[in-house]
């Protein structure tokens, strides 16, 4: 096990709101009548079991700047309830494998996997990225063509481990595509308290660091794409409409579920708002 798996572990990281109660899809689903509905249409599913930003457009471009193809095989690093990596393979028809650390969202997404009729495309596999064991379960190098991300790379305070890894993993030319945080200007100590205990985050690079890290874990062709207004904008959005939507998200999922999740959106608007932290769509090559 690397090291940094005693820093960044599956208990550890249920500080963030947004990682616990995750019973909260399954009564989502059964509050739709779906519960027991087979197969469940993935688009639909991504209504309820997305955690990134911008919803199914922000896949949509993955799939574009990576070129994938039915004959691509991916890997989805943090791939939480499975969402983004059902939509790509609904999309393109690609093989990928998803990747996620904690037991108990990774069951949940290969679950619903199965009930989307999408097992022969999308591998659930439980695992930390930097354990050397689950690199070698993926594959002895150059294994998949792309490597996607969302809003996980953030939660690894050693960037050039995990970049490491994903260049081991990418055949040349692969494509890495990740959405993350990085500063913007220097944290004030109640922001840095903040993304230490609501996002599980610290050490985050500036635009020129991360770049560096990218350039010095062998990526070419880097585009940095500030991403910063317009997530901004979307978490401004989501916390705005979840208050306004209490009573019935209360009705359905309880006061103690609404209170977390409250807590959770309004302190990544907190921090967005602060204007020192950015968001970034990061496209790259390996060499």
Known sequence: MSNHANINNSDAIKTMKLYTDVDRIKTELSSRGMLTQ???DPLVLSEIDSMHYLGNAAIEEAVVAMGLTSSSNVLDVGSGFGGPARILASLTKCHIVALELQRDIHDLGAELTRRCNLSDSVEHVNGDILDDRI????????????????????HIPNKCSVLDVCGKLLKPNGTLFVEDFYRISPFSKLELESLAKDVFCKDLPTREEYIQQLE????????????????TQYVTKRLEQFIANKPSYVKVHGEGVYSGLREFYAAIYTLFSGGNLGGVRIVAQMN
């Open 135 to 154: 690199v070698e379960q993926l594959g002895d190098g150059s294994s998949f063509d792309g490597i996607v991300s969302y809003l996980v790379f953030l």
């Open 38 to 40: 087979t197969p469940i």
């Open 216 to 231: 010095l874990s062998g990526f070419k062709n880097i585009q940095f794409i500030d991403m910063t207004a317009e997530w």
